[in-house]
């Protein structure tokens, strides 16, 4: 599942999140690449992971339309519970906005926030391994609209497991 892992994280590393900086970022030169030179109060896009780095240091914030709070992920949690079978549309950065948030909350609201989006989670994956197995082929694109990056890439590495599987079980080896 390392690979799975793998792949999660350079799919969300290539995603690019707004950003406002809130101290000054001089130009930095590293290996021929430039970054760098913003302002106090400026709007960035940057990749994921440079974003990470500059929020957990206090240098930048998510934009406040970006920023998920605990009453986000409390209320997608109980839409979630209210949807038998079906799956709610998440944006697609949704998991990687939450954890973002998280850093910027501070210690007491982090854990919070995190122990309700490890819920929202953990009801979101029963219903996707629910569905993979009544569709080892694949989920129909309406539910693969409605995903978030991570669980897009899940549901395609289940799938290529799943499927053969299935297919030797129910075919008998043929």
């Known amino acids: 599942m390392s690979s799975v892992l793998s792949l999660v994280l350079t ?13 000054d970022l001089p130009k930095i030169e590293v290996n021929g690449s430039t970054f760098g030179g913003y302002a106090a109060g400026d709007l960035v896009t940057l990749p994921v992971p440079m974003a990470e780095a500059l929020i957990k240091r206090g240098y930048a914030s998510l934009t406040q339309q970006d920023l998920v709070t605990l009453d986000d992920v ?6 979630e519970g ?4 079906e799956l709610t549309k998440l944006d697609k950065l949704f998991y990687v906005k939450a954890r973002l948030s998280a850093l910027s909350n501070g210690q007491g ?6 122990t309700a989006l ?13 569905m993979i197995s009544v569709s080892p082929t694949g989920l129909p694109q309406e539910v693969m609209d409605k995903l978030t990056i991570e669980e897009e890439i899940l549901v395609k590495e289940l799938t290529k497991v799943i499927n053969p599987w ?3 079980v129910i075919g008998g080896g043929q």
């Open 118 to 130: 490890r819920d929202l989670v953990s009801v979101r994956l029963r219903k996707i391994l629910s």
């Open 166 to 168: 299935f297919s030797r």
């Open 82 to 85: 209210k949807e038998s079978s």
């Open 109 to 114: 609201g982090s854990r919070e926030l995190m």
């Open 74 to 79: 409390k209320r997608a949690h109980w839409v």
């Open 11 to 23: 799919m969300v590393s290539g995603q690019g999140i707004k950003v406002i900086v809130n101290r």
